[in-house]
């Protein structure tokens, strides 16, 4: 072949031409952006069905990293919105242990000393009741549910943020009578869907005045039967200890509360306190889905690279197909780059079509999700830019061995094809 | 004057010792219409190739337009092709699913001319070759002859130097074979030069130049009186 023999003149600096050397005639029109993206998608068109199938690996492998990252930002969305509503302020105290392993007691007065403590805004208690609560006296002993019994200060609903679904909450008449809130878990478990029935408790009946709806800060109080703090101790044998106190610290005080709690509820021992902020607890368990969501980002990009294969199969079939037309484009003038960049572009739209119908797939896999869990929709912007550009990155890839082998095809072979 | 094309000595041999053009000189004249003739394995396709720059000789030099095609770079040589050169194959190569006034305007895309001027002029050319009522039909609509028409068009809407006709009436009946070779005859007339390669001799009859091959040798190469060939 003579061609590197010309390649060899040419890098020695002969002139190329002997006539009419210079002059813009001589030199390839470059193709305008628009007459790039006709001549790639010309090729595209021709073959829908092949065309929407390859496209189809991609957006598989796009819509699945879309959505995790989308499921991913709603919960975190949501857990944002939850805090919001919920606040972040609100600290717990519990005893912990004492220094002979068995369970420590706040003092009797921590809920008062800890509410007038400066920087909180309130402070409200419950203390485990040693009771059991039954749906009626026939029940046997052990099918305790799980519930537990507290007795509740009147003030725990404003410190934590309770709301009712169904009757009130106790006040100062009913607080000194038999009479229960539910929280929602035990409510369903004890089958009460509404106040003014009985139920077995601390074998006595005591009659429900109200059901809490469920709190993501304090879900304790989800599978708890509370009574008043005057009835726990007259009727249930109940010690005055509290055993949690909940406590609304000043936004912007909420760390130095925390530092003084503990001396706060226990001044002699206050090791044997253990303070924490439900907030954090919250954040953390979403945390701990990161892993997981590693794993499906990875899956995705399996996908994905799949799709990219599929691709690259599509287009070396399209190149050997299409040997005529490239003979005929170059006898029209094409050069070889011309015919690179040809079905390069070609690969890239092929590819672009998979990633924007991908990120389409992905935004409504989110959505769906998202909606089924009650959480708003949110797909990060960057994710759906990330995912077209690593598409067309994609597509370059994959067209790169089939364009350079259409552009390398000498004219006459291509024309020899029938 | 500078002939449109000249061979100088060529040759052209493959990969085993397979010689398709064993030292030709020749040289076609602006407007000139000629027919280059031969059986096959002649090296009539070899020989549309040298011309049409689509390939280079193993020996010898092939000047268009008084250039060294053995000289240009690919690039060169592609807008060469482009600007200078008209193609049209037996086989048409028309893109289906695209009108004919696209096909016709893709016949400028590697020209630099823009989108507009390029169907503004694909529909002259079309008119041209008397297809102006079929401009937006898709090739499978037109049939053989008017294919190779839209064929045409695309080679010259360029208005190249040389048209390059390999076998046009290969396809076709005789009947709308010579209405394609009529229509050769009227672009020849009006000053474009026109090469036409094939294997029928009464085809070749028909032109006022006559260039025989065989075996990769020139083995007659004649001209019509003056007169028949101003006709």
């Known amino acids: ?418 | 004057m500078t002939p449109v094309v000249e061979l100088r000595e060529v040759s052209k041999t493959y990969p085993g010792d397979v010689t398709a053009l064993d030292t030709v000189s020749l040289a076609i004249e602006a407007g000139e219409l000629v027919a280059i003739v031969g059986p096959s394995g002649s090296g009539k396709s070899t020989m549309l190739h040298l011309l049409g720059t689509l390939d280079r000789p193993s020996k010898g030099t092939v000047l268009m337009e008084g250039r060294d095609v053995s000289r240009l770079s690919d690039r060169r040589l592609s807008a060469l092709r482009g600007r200078r050169i008209g193609f049209v194959f037996q086989q048409f190569h028309l893109a289906s699913g695209v009108s004919a006034i696209d096909n016709v305007a893709d016949g400028l895309l590697y020209g630099g001319v823009p989108p507009g001027e390029r169907r503004r002029r694909a529909r002259r050319a079309l008119e041209r070759v008397g297809l102006g009522h079929r401009l937006d039909h898709r090739p499978h609509q037109l049939s053989g002859g008017e294919k190779q028409r839209v064929a045409i068009a695309r080679a010259v809407v360029g208005e190249p130097a040389m048209l390059l006709a390999d076998e046009p009436t290969g396809a076709l009946d005789s009947v709308t074979g010579a209405g394609v070779i009529d229509l050769l005859r009227e672009l020849a007339r009006a000053g474009t030069t026109v090469l036409l390669i094939t294997h029928d001799r009464d085809i070749a009859a028909l032109l006022p130049r006559q260039i025989q091959l065989h075996d990769g040798r020139v083995v007659r190469d004649e001209r019509a009186p003056v007169a028949e060939a101003a006709r």
Do not use: C
């Open chain 1, 1 to 418: 072949m003579n061609r590197p023999k010309m390649r060899r003149g040419k890098h020695k600096g002969l002139p190329e031409v002997a006539v009419a050397a210079n002059g813009p005639d001589d030199l390839p029109a470059r193709l305008g952006p628009r007459d790039v993206l006709r001549v790639g998608a010309a090729g595209l068109r021709a073959r829908p069905l092949r065309v929407f199938l390859s496209a189809l690996g991609i957006a598989i492998g796009i819509a699945a990293m879309i959505g995790v990252v989308g499921i991913s930002t709603s919960s975190r969305a949501q857990l944002q919105e939850t805090l919001d509503r919920l606040g972040t302020n609100l600290l717990t105290v519990a005893p912990g242990k004492d220094f002979f392993g068995s369970d420590a007691k706040l003092p009797k007065e921590s809920v008062g000393m800890i509410a007038r403590m400066p920087g909180v805004l309130s402070g409200s208690g419950t203390g485990s009741v040693d009771a059991k609560v039954y749906r009626n006296d026939h029940i046997d002993a052990g099918e305790t549910g799980g519930i537990s019994v507290q007795a509740a200060r009147l003030d725990l609903p404003q410190t934590v943020g309770l709301t009712m679904a169904a009757g009130n909450w106790l006040n100062a008449g009913t607080s000194r009578y038999p009479a229960v809130v539910l929280g929602s878990a035990a409510a369903e478990r004890l089958g009460v869907a509404t106040p003014n029935q009985q139920v077995w408790l601390g074998s006595q009946w005591f009659t429900v005045v109200g059901i809490l709806e469920s709190n993501a800060l304090a879900p304790e109080l989800d599978s708890a039967a509370i009574v008043g703090w005057e009835v726990a101790q007259s009727r249930l044998g109940f010690d005055g200890h509290p055993t949690t106190v909940y406590t609304r610290a000043k936004k912007d005080q909420v760390e130095a509360v925390r530092e003084l709690l503990a001396a706060t509820a226990n001044p002699e021992s206050p090791n044997e306190i253990e303070v924490s902020r439900p907030s954090d607890a919250l954040a953390a368990e979403k945390a701990t889905n990161k892993a997981f969501t590693g794993l499906l980002l990875g899956l995705g990009g399996v996908a994905l690279l799949v799709g990219g294969v599929g691709v690259a199969n599509t287009m070396v079939i399209s190149v050997l197909e299409r040997r005529a037309e490239i003979g005929l484009r170059r006898s029209l003038g094409a050069t070889r780059g011309q015919i690179r960049l040809q079905f390069l572009t070609e690969s890239q739209l092929l590819a672009a079509l998979g990633g924007i119908g991908g990120v389409g797939l992905g935004i409504v896999v989110t959505a769906i999700y998202a909606l089924t869990q009650g959480w708003p929709t949110v797909v990060p912007p960057w994710a759906m830019a990330g995912g077209v550009v690593a598409t067309l990155f994609i597509g370059a890839i994959a067209g790169l061995y089939p364009a350079v082998r259409a552009a390398r095809l000498a004219p006459t072979e291509a024309l020899a094809t029938p």
